[in-house]
């Protein structure tokens, strides 16, 4: 059904974080607000700069999808705004439940922005039949509160259309729009040489499975101001903590691992905000890896990139917006076919940037139909936005903890004596409601055996009516 509010005055984003929101790296990797990837903020910062009017206020739900907040959520918000990525995918169908549950307790429009199935390069959609009810569930609870659902691309249109829904639209993904309807990207370089500045990157996975590790292993013997830049969680905290408990330490060929040579030589970085993420990546001449919002991070800098597709919510992602991209199963095999010289000479961006304008109404329109203002037609095209981000003093990029001096130290157990701090007194405070309840229990006297109970306790026996 269409939305019941034509132009909501305040919006509940389910994001990690509000932009505005500055945390220390300390507290980011604590609190976990990139919810394990920090590529999520950077689409949903953009829809938090697009969404945000003179009319329109935006709250970020900090990712909480708790069904028992659906009352407030109601009486408090116009809308709920859900960016989404690879949604569609069996590790995920336990969240997707959740927010179909919550979903199915409101009573406001319900906007998804860019949600995308995951399968392999093959586009074969086998793997997903056995979380079809949940998506079945989802994309029905969405319908009833919207006028359409906005997918990522061509794969996750036909996906859901196979299983009969019409109201589907590809719009991509917001990440893409949070500059409007520019986006300039250009090669500054004829060529790429040994004194180039790349940036790579890549997942655990296709490290350690699709041959992202070798590629990494020769371009940094060959480029030597190659840095690598991780997304996960537990890259961040690889990097600022050494902290090796997480399963994703056993991939040891990943530069955010401490015995690789690239960690040694401070050539990784993870960032916790997508501003310094970006910003970091302007003076370079060219990225690539398998890392979609990896690369796009680099594509809104400016700066050239190419994506080595893995799966299908890169490649449809890709061919939706005609960024350079090739299979990383194809390329992982050739050395030569993976040389950032060779991808960056073939990479062709006149698609990307030609073509954007036409993308970009066609996202507009599908805001304007679900009744969602954006600030570039009904605003100032994000330049409050911009100025109050500049205003604000955020983290620099995590880095590898190679130093063994008094600051490093300083700052890091500055940080755990104040959690000590905050732990002992959250437990102080839980001894006292425990042994408070305690004494509200001793005092309420145990109710007393009924008659029958104590003549079965007589007798030792149940009693019959004799009937």
Same mark, same amino acid.
């Given at each position: ?34 919810? $394990? ?8 910062? &953009?829809?938090? !700069?697009?969404?945000? $009017? ?10 909480? $999808?708790?069904? &028992? ?31 179909? *549950? ?34 079945? &569930?989802?994309?029905? @609870? ?9 997918? *990522?691309? %061509?794969? $996750? ?29 250009? !090669? ?20 350690? +499975? ?55 030589? %401070? ?30 991070? &680099? ?33 992982? !095999?050739?050395?030569? @076919? ?29 805001? %304007? ?14 330049? @409050?936005?911009? +100025? *109050? ?48 309840? +305690? ?22 026996? @149940? ?5």
């Amino acid at each position: 059904m269409s939305p019941t509010v034509p132009h909501p005055k305040r919006i509940l984003l389910r994001s990690g974080k509000s932009p505005y929101d500055v945390f220390s790296v300390e507290q980011a990797l604590h609190q976990d607000v990139i919810a $394990t990837n920090s590529g999520n903020l950077i689409f949903q910062d &953009a829809a938090h !700069k697009i969404l945000e $009017t003179p009319d329109t206020e935006v709250f970020s739900n900090g990712g909480r $999808t708790e069904v &028992a907040a659906a009352a407030r959520i109601n009486a408090e918000y116009d809308a709920f705004v859900v960016p989404l990525a690879n949604a569609f995918r069996p590790s995920f169908e336990v969240a997707l439940q959740r927010l179909t *549950r919550l979903i199915s307790k409101l009573r406001i429009p319900v906007v998804v922005l860019g949600v995308g199935a995951q399968t392999g390069v093959g586009y074969d959609a086998t793997r997903l039949k056995q979380i079809e009810p949940t998506v079945r &569930a989802f994309c029905s @609870a969405v319908l009833e509160r919207s006028a359409s659902i906005g997918v *990522r691309g %061509d794969f $996750t249109e036909q996906y859901l259309r196979d299983m009969g829904f019409k109201d589907i639209e590809v719009i991509g993904c917001p990440s893409l729009f949070m500059h409007g309807r520019d986006l300039d990207v250009r !090669k500054q370089a004829d060529g790429l040489t040994a004194e180039s500045r790349i940036a790579i990157n890549g997942s655990h996975s296709a490290v350690k +499975k699709q041959g992202m590790g070798r590629i990494i292993s020769r371009t940094h013997e060959q480029y030597p101001h190659l840095r690598f830049i991780g997304q996960n969680l537990s890259d961040a905290r690889q990097l600022h903590w050494r902290d090796m408990s997480d399963p994703n330490a056993a991939v040891t060929a990943i530069p955010t691992h401490p015995d690789h040579p690239m960690y040694r030589e %401070d050539k990784v970085r993870v960032y916790v905000d997508p501003i310094t993420w970006i910003d970091e990546l302007r003076p370079f001449d060219f990225s690539f890896g398998s890392r979609i919002h990896g690369n796009i991070a &680099a594509l809104l800098a400016g700066t050239p990139a190419t994506v080595l597709c893995g799966d299908s919510r890169t490649l449809e992602l890709c061919r939706y917006f005609e960024i350079p991209h090739q299979r990383l199963d194809k390329v992982a !095999k050739d050395p030569e @076919a993976a040389d950032p010289a060779r991808l960056y000479e073939q990479a062709d961006f006149s698609g990307l940037t030609g073509n954007h304008a036409e993308r970009f109404d066609r996202f507009i329109g599908f805001l %304007d139909k679900n009744g969602l203002q954006n600030t570039f037609t009904h605003g100032d095209g994000g330049a @409050a936005f911009e +100025k *109050r981000m500049r205003s604000l003093a955020f983290p620099p990029g995590v880095r590898p903890w190679n130093d063994a001096d008094l600051s490093s130290l300083t700052t890091r157990f500055g940080w755990l004596h104040t959690q000590v701090g905050e732990l002992t007194k959250d437990n102080d405070r839980l001894r006292r409601e425990l042994a408070r309840s +305690k004494r509200v229990k001793d005092a309420v006297p145990a109710p007393a055996a009924s008659v029958y109970r104590r003549a079965r306790r007589v007798v030792g026996r @149940a009693l019959h009516s004799g009937k």
